[in-house]
């Protein structure tokens, strides 16, 4: 078990088992759920999402939230961002700052 895992699409992250990340091919919210549970239970430190399947699996996402371990990361797929990383950024600005200062 690597620190640091990427789960989504196999064209998008197959890049990640080259720079010696653990890679899951997963697109299923529900199963991206059970993933990110048992890595945290791991002690997986950072998982790098992509948005399609970050936006599924948001009950996951939301449990660690407050938690520092592990940091869940949305990244774009292989077909592009979608939003959900930038939202995921100004939310997480506006709550230490308390102001939007991105848009």
Do not use: W
């Not at 299923?28 to 998982?47: F, K, P, Q, S």
């Not at 999402?49 to 938690?67: C, G, I, M, N, W």
């Not at 869940?72 to 950024?89: C, E, F, L, V």
């Amino acid at each position: 078990m690597a620190d640091i895992a990427v789960i989504g699409s196999g064209d998008s992250v197959l890049l990640g088992r080259a720079a010696g990340l653990d890679v899951y091919f997963e697109t299923d919210g529900h199963r991206a759920c059970r993933l990110i549970d048992r890595l945290a239970d791991e002690g997986t430190r950072v998982i790098f999402v992509t948005e399609p399947v970050f936006e599924l699996a948001a009950e996951a996402v939301q449990k660690y939230r407050s938690r520092p371990f592990p940091a869940i990361i949305p990244i774009p797929d292989s077909k592009g961002p979608t939003g959900a990383a930038m939202a995921n950024i100004r939310a997480n600005v506006e709550k230490a700052i308390g102001a939007d200062i991105l848009f």
